[in-house]
């Protein structure tokens, strides 16, 4: 009898499932060796790189020791010379300095004095010496240059002119500005900005670290603006210091970019921030934060130093920055409710800012690009609006040169005050003659001023008193005369007080034949206002 076979499909399917689940683990690991091998091949080229590289660096490090062994051999197998060499140089010198100390100083021209100042290794009155030539800033820079050499130590020699410069500075003293200025030019012949870097000295180690104090004092002083903080030619004798010195690692980057920033408009700034050593990524940032903070023509000067003009196009900058200008010169007027002042100052800022991208683009050759006539005749508008208003400010400020005369009030019982009239000279007044071409007005004091009961008459008519002794005193006829009318009698001795004390008017001793002034009880002539013309 055959035997009946019953076949399960769950088994079927138990076991198709259980090869699935091989297949995928078997994938899994695949997949997973594949992936350590990545990863070892990896590791092992990186250390077989590293290794290259690491025997590379030992190599040059052989090299460089090599060279530095070699260098030394050589210096000191040059001792010797270098110490012959130093010892004449310097017994030359010292002559020279002797003779040009025991010379008259009468005679000699600037770069001799030059010389003398450097020989002496006296900063204090090579600084003097260079304020007071000043006038002659061409020359002097001209025969710096040729000098310098004189000095035994120079570098030395211009910290010391920092030091005391820094000092002052830190005493608040005057004059600051042109010392500033003295101090500025000899660190820019010493320490040169070319070819976008600043030439870096060999200083000795106590130098660098006495400079390094010297900044580190001035740095506190930075700020503030004015004649007491700083400018940009001030931060740009600072940077100079730093790179000359080799002093950039003993400053924070930042501190060091910050200066860069705040003074960029300083046309070596360029150069400068070039010899900090901010190229490439960081010049890029630094170009980026001028346009940031509205200093466009700033960017283009950077852009153009550093080769980046492609990055940073120079019209599109300048389009920018006038379109700016002209809308914080809009504003400035808009917030000061278009007053003379408000007006003025946007007048001024618009027109500086414009003179500056003229000069922008004259510097870099975009006259055809950027078309600069509508530019200057916007400024000969400005610079014609300012002088005619100066102008008219003048003549308005102008004090009138014309003076009132004396008149009497229009009321009833007094003479009313009056201003007094022109001064007359200090001449002798006792010919006829002269008293007819000069005559002389009478300016009565009020009665309030005089203490005794005495009245005036009707300030109608002043008549000259009737008597014989006046026409005789005063050599002519008796005069009647109405208000405003000169009389014809000589003024009598004045001073600076007025009538001189104990002096008659007429110079006889009495006036309309009286021989005393009692019934009038004048006060002393000093009390009130001089009658007389003086």
Not at 69 to 93: D, H, M, Y
Not at 258 to 270: K, P, Q, T
Not at 394 to 419: D, E, L, M, Q
Not at 474 to 501: C, E, F, N
């Amino acid at each position: 009898m055959a035997t009946d076979y019953i076949i399960n499909p769950d088994k079927i399917q138990t076991f198709f499932t259980q090869i699935e689940e091989h297949k995928n683990l078997l994938s899994s690991i695949t997949d997973f060796h594949k992936t350590l091998t990545t990863h070892f091949t990896s590791l092992s080229e990186t250390l077989a790189q590293k290794s290259r590289n690491l025997d590379s660096q030992i190599e040059s490090f052989n090299t460089h020791s090599k060279k530095s062994l070699q260098l030394l051999e050589n210096r000191e197998n040059s001792i010797t010379e270098r110490e012959a060499s130093l010892v004449a140089r310097i017994n030359e010198q010292k002559s020279v300095s002797i003779s040009s100390i025991e010379s008259d100083n009468v005679g000699r021209n600037l770069g001799e004095f030059l010389r003398m100042y450097f020989r002496r290794m006296d900063g204090s009155g090579l600084v003097k010496f260079l304020l007071a030539k000043r006038k002659e800033s061409v020359a002097l820079r001209s025969e710096l240059g040729s000098v310098v050499e004189e000095a035994v130590d120079l570098f030395a020699l211009v910290i010391d002119v920092v030091e005391e410069f820094v000092g002052l500075k830190i005493e608040g003293a005057v004059g600051m500005a042109d010392r500033r200025w003295a101090c500025g030019l000899l660190i820019q012949v010493v320490v040169p900005v070319e070819e976008g870097k600043v030439g870096e000295v060999v200083v000795g180690r106590s130098l660098k670290e006495r400079a390094v104090k010297v900044l580190e004092k001035w740095k506190g002083m930075l700020g503030g603006g004015g004649e007491s903080g700083v400018g940009a030619g001030e931060a740009s004798m600072f940077l100079q210091i730093v790179c000359g010195f080799g002093l950039r690692d003993r400053f924070e980057e930042k501190f060091l970019r910050s200066m860069v920033l705040e003074f960029a408009g300083r046309r070596d700034m360029a150069k400068i921030a070039a010899a900090l050593g901010f190229t490439g990524e960081k010049m890029t940032d630094i170009i980026d934060e001028l346009v940031k903070s509205g200093k466009e023509v700033e960017a283009v000067y950077f852009a153009t130093e550093f080769g980046l003009t492609e990055q940073f196009a120079p019209t599109s900058l300048l389009k920018f920055h006038l379109k700016n200008i002209r809308k914080n010169a809009n504003a400035v007027s808009k917030n000061g409710k278009y007053s003379a002042a408000a007006v003025e100052e946007a007048n001024n800022l618009e027109m500086i800012a414009t003179k500056a991208i003229i000069k922008c683009v004259e510097d870099h050759k975009l006259e055809s690009q950027f078309p600069t006539d509508s530019l200057k005749k916007r400024i000969t508008q400005l610079e014609k609006a300012k002088a005619e208003k100066k102008k008219n400010a003048s003549s308005a400020s102008k004090p009138s040169n014309k003076r009132a005369h004396g008149g009497s009030s229009k009321g009833g019982g007094g003479v009313g005050p009056s201003s007094r009239p022109p001064k007359a000279g200090r001449i002798s007044n006792t010919s006829p003659a002269l008293r007819q071409r000069i005559p002389s007005q009478i300016h009565h004091a009020p009665a309030a001023r005089y203490a005794a009961p005495y009245s005036y008459p009707s300030p109608s008519l002043y008549d000259v008193p009737g008597t014989p002794s006046y026409a005789s005193a005063y050599g002519g006829p008796r005069i009647k005369s109405p208000v405003g009318l000169q009389h014809a009698y000589a003024t009598p001795d004045v001073g600076v007080a007025g009538v001189r004390a104990g002096t008659s008017y007429a110079g006889q001793g009495s006036y309309g034949g009286q021989s005393n002034y009692a019934a009038y009880d004048y006060p002393p002539a000093s009390a009130y206002p001089p009658t007389y013309p003086q």
